[in-house]
């Protein structure tokens, strides 16, 4: 089973921050970031995740901004170089969006990274859901959802491109001959698209783990197209195993049509464990968490998911119609599906989705917590699981020194760490340059 850590502020529950066992005295600084990433060690989790939006989340934020954290944070890439000094094993993975950088920016930061880091960092590639950064790149409005999936595309080849033009073997080093860089084996790119005019090559050499390892997180139909194209681990959102096993088994079918060999993604969906002795303890903590939801918060983060603003509407009624997302389509559709489905009202449904965004949520003793992950990675819904404790420290420490050893006893999780790239942990294959191989 492949598990990761997905970072976050003050834990991944919205309300976490007025919870009493969240230490506010503390700034989210070098330390802090530090705690957590010894923690996820100790557990032998195979990477540490940092999302990214750079600005505020489209038009229905003043609430979240007013009642939630989200206001102040580090940018990930910066953060996970701060946290490749201070572990030794773990991967390192960030989200940098493909709508408002360049290629050749991506591709160099990254590798250089995955250089420094002995081979441990991965790429989210995202398209940036948040129609409030359009305004903090030149850009009045969002390029339309579709469209960003387009310049995506281009855009992660021309990454994967730069990447490529180093083989092994590019240094020579060769003291007798004065001779250091063989360049038969550094090739430029040459590449002219309808976005990108990039020359190459690359300035940073290839990694311990060859390249970065690519990860997608889409669950639209462009977007999961994409994923299956292109990305080695899935980030995904799925409540329902059912469900999941649907999404699973679609991207496998999809990443076959587009000729790539099987076993080659790693599919993850988000687990917010509330762990505690008992059943009964572990809801009731959830609860408390879930009391400390304003309702005006509640509807502001319905509305963000959605990609609709619910502001005026009554929160004790019914979800209304609403015209498709240009935020998240995906995360869109599981939603409105749920409130159709379950008859609710807005109020359940923020309770029910927004404290956690919509990420599978399982409350209960260790044992129930490992018998659910076994399940669904035995029954083709998942790889693994990208773990979003809803407290922090707090909530990875029970998921580390609970859950996982109730894993390791079952032989589904690893004791010590048996390789030293992110590759060597996801069990991907290194990829060799195109030049090598002579395609
Ligand atoms: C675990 C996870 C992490 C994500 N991290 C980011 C992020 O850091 N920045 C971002 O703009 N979008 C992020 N997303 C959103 C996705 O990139 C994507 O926009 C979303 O899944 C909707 O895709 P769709 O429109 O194809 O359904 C994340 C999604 C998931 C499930």
Same mark, same amino acid.
């Given at each position: 089973?492949?598990?990761?850590?997905?970072?976050?502020?003050?834990?991944?529950?919205?309300?976490?921050?007025?919870?009493?066992?969240?230490?506010?005295?503390?700034?989210? $600084?070098? /330390?802090?970031?530090?705690?957590?990433?010894?923690?996820?060690?100790?557990?032998?989790?195979?990477?540490?995740?940092?999302?990214?939006?750079?600005? %505020?989340?489209? %038009?229905?934020?003043?609430?979240?901004?007013?009642?939630?954290?989200?206001?102040?944070?580090?940018?990930?890439?910066?953060?996970?170089?701060?946290?490749?000094?201070?572990?030794?094993?773990?991967?390192?993975?960030?989200?940098?969006?493909?709508?408002?950088?360049?290629?050749?920016?991506?591709?160099?930061?990254?590798?250089?990274?995955?250089?420094?880091? *002995?081979?441990?960092? *991965?790429?989210?590639?995202?398209?940036?859901? /948040?129609?409030?950064?359009?305004?903090?790149?030149?850009?009045?409005?969002?390029?339309?959802?579709?469209?960003?999936?387009?310049?995506?595309?281009?855009?992660?080849?021309?990454?994967? !491109?730069?990447?490529?033009?180093?083989?092994?073997?590019?240094?020579?080093?060769?003291?007798?001959?004065?001779?250091? #860089?063989?360049?038969?084996?550094?090739? +430029?790119?040459?590449?002219? !698209?309808?976005?990108?005019?990039?020359?190459? %090559?690359?300035?940073? $050499?290839?990694?311990? @783990?060859? @390249?970065?390892?690519?990860?997608?997180? !889409?669950?639209?139909?462009?977007?999961?197209?994409?994923?299956?194209?292109?990305?080695?681990?899935?980030?995904?959102?799925?409540?329902?195993?059912?469900?999941?096993?649907?999404?699973?088994?679609?991207?496998?079918?999809?990443?076959?049509?587009?000729?790539? +060999?099987?076993?080659?993604?790693?599919?993850?969906?988000?687990?917010?464990?509330?762990?505690?002795?008992?059943?009964?303890?572990?809801?009731?903590?959830?609860?408390?968490?879930?009391?400390?939801?304003?309702?005006?918060?509640?509807?502001?983060?319905? /509305?963000?998911? #959605?990609? &609709?603003?619910?502001?005026?509407?009554?929160?004790?009624?019914?979800?209304?119609?609403?015209?498709?997302?240009?935020? @998240?389509?995906?995360?869109?559709?599981?939603?409105?599906? #749920?409130?159709?489905?379950?008859?609710?009202?807005?109020?359940?449904?923020?309770?029910?989705?927004?404290?956690?965004?919509?990420?599978?949520?399982?409350?209960?003793? +260790?044992?129930?917590?490992?018998?659910?992950?076994?399940?669904?990675?035995?029954?083709?819904?998942?790889?693994?699981?990208?773990?979003? +404790?809803?407290? #922090?420290?707090?909530?990875?420490?029970?998921?580390?020194?609970?859950?996982?050893?109730?894993?390791?006893?079952?032989?589904? &999780?690893?004791?010590?760490?048996? $390789?030293?790239?992110?590759?060597?942990?996801?069990?991907? %294959?290194?990829?060799? /340059?195109?030049?090598?191989?002579?395609?």
């Amino acid at each position: 089973m492949k598990l990761g850590l997905f970072v976050a502020e003050r834990g991944h529950h919205i309300a976490a921050w007025r919870d009493p066992a969240t230490e506010l005295e503390r700034d989210v $600084g070098f /330390s802090y970031y530090a705690n957590l990433a010894a923690i996820a060690e100790r557990g032998c989790l195979d990477f540490l995740f940092n999302a990214d939006i750079g600005g %505020p989340s489209g %038009p229905y934020s003043a609430e979240r901004l007013r009642r939630t954290t989200g206001a102040s944070r580090v940018e990930p890439l910066t953060l996970l170089a701060a946290m490749s000094s201070v572990t030794r094993h773990i991967g390192l993975i960030a989200t940098m969006s493909t709508t408002y950088c360049e290629p050749f920016h991506i591709a160099r930061f990254f590798a250089g990274l995955d250089q420094l880091s *002995g081979g441990r960092v *991965g790429w989210n590639v995202v398209t940036t859901y /948040s129609e409030g950064e359009a305004r903090n790149f030149g850009r009045e409005i969002h390029l339309s959802h579709d469209e960003r999936y387009e310049r995506a595309k281009e855009f992660t080849e021309v990454v994967l !491109g730069l990447w490529d033009c180093w083989e092994d073997g590019a240094i020579l080093a060769d003291r007798e001959s004065g001779i250091f #860089l063989d360049p038969a084996k550094l090739h +430029p790119l040459d590449h002219r !698209g309808d976005h990108f005019s990039v020359r190459g %090559p690359l300035t940073v $050499g290839r990694s311990a @783990q060859g @390249q970065p390892v690519l990860v997608q997180a !889409g669950q639209s139909e462009v977007g999961r197209d994409f994923a299956a194209r292109t990305a080695e681990v899935i980030f995904t959102v799925q409540q329902d195993l059912d469900e999941a096993k649907e999404f699973y088994a679609d991207v496998q079918n999809r990443a076959a049509s587009h000729g790539r +060999p099987p076993n080659a993604i790693r599919i993850m969906p988000g687990l917010v464990p509330v762990v505690w002795a008992t059943m009964a303890e572990a809801e009731e903590k959830y609860d408390k968490l879930q009391s400390l939801i304003h309702p005006d918060l509640g509807i502001s983060l319905l /509305s963000h998911i #959605l990609g &609709f603003d619910l502001s005026g509407y009554p929160v004790d009624g019914p979800l209304p119609d609403m015209p498709p997302s240009n935020a @998240q389509q995906g995360r869109q559709k599981l939603v409105a599906d #749920l409130a159709r489905r379950e008859n609710m009202t807005l109020r359940q449904l923020y309770m029910k989705v927004g404290g956690v965004r919509a990420h599978l949520t399982l409350c209960g003793t +260790p044992d129930y917590i490992a018998d659910v992950m076994e399940e669904w990675v035995a029954t083709g819904a998942a790889d693994g699981f990208n773990i979003l +404790p809803p407290t #922090l420290p707090q909530g990875l420490e029970d998921f580390v020194d609970h859950v996982v050893p109730v894993l390791q006893r079952r032989g589904l &999780f690893r004791t010590v760490y048996d $390789g030293t790239t992110l590759r060597d942990h996801l069990e991907l %294959p290194v990829p060799v /340059s195109k030049w090598a191989t002579g395609h």
